[in-house]
């Protein structure tokens, strides 16, 4: 089941929304300083693409310089990112067999306002997510 939502999210919403996240790592990675904003970028939209089955943690010992990488990262890339979550979970919403892919895609959003600090690690639920 976990492959037939994850074929389904890649078609209707994940290809884009990778994109999105991948173009927000190219050019985070343009600048040293941004180097790890970027990577925390390329990491989600791999979760992005196919994200049944796994599921976002904290990352143990993420400190203060997490959370002040988030708060940068909100204003520069995430409410851009997470807009976009919003405007894909409409449209799959309004479908039968996209409210699965609508809860998703709403999951993801508190990952794209806060990359750093988090961990993609295989869900134990079923359906993961």
């Known amino acids: 089941m976990r492959t ?20 927000a790592g190219v050019i ?26 796994r599921t976002v943690v904290e990352r143990p010992g993420a400190g203060v310089m997490s959370a002040l990488g988030n708060v940068i990262w909100v204003v520069v890339a995430g409410i851009w990112l997470a807009i976009g979550h919003v405007a894909t979970a409409i449209p799959l919403f309004v479908s ?18 806060m990359p750093l600090g988090k961990e993609i690690v295989p869900s134990t639920r079923p359906f993961g997510g």
Do not use: H, Q
């Open 4 to 23: 037939l939502l994850n074929i389904i999210w890649l078609v209707l919403a994940g290809f884009w929304l990778a994109l999105g996240y991948a173009a």
């Open 28 to 53: 985070c990675c343009l600048l040293i300083v941004t180097i790890p904003f970027g990577i925390a970028s390329f990491r989600i939209a791999g979760y992005t693409l196919w994200p049944f089955g």
């Open 96 to 113: 039968i067999i996209g409210i699965p892919m609508g809860v998703a895609n709403l999951k993801l959003i508190p990952v794209s306002l």
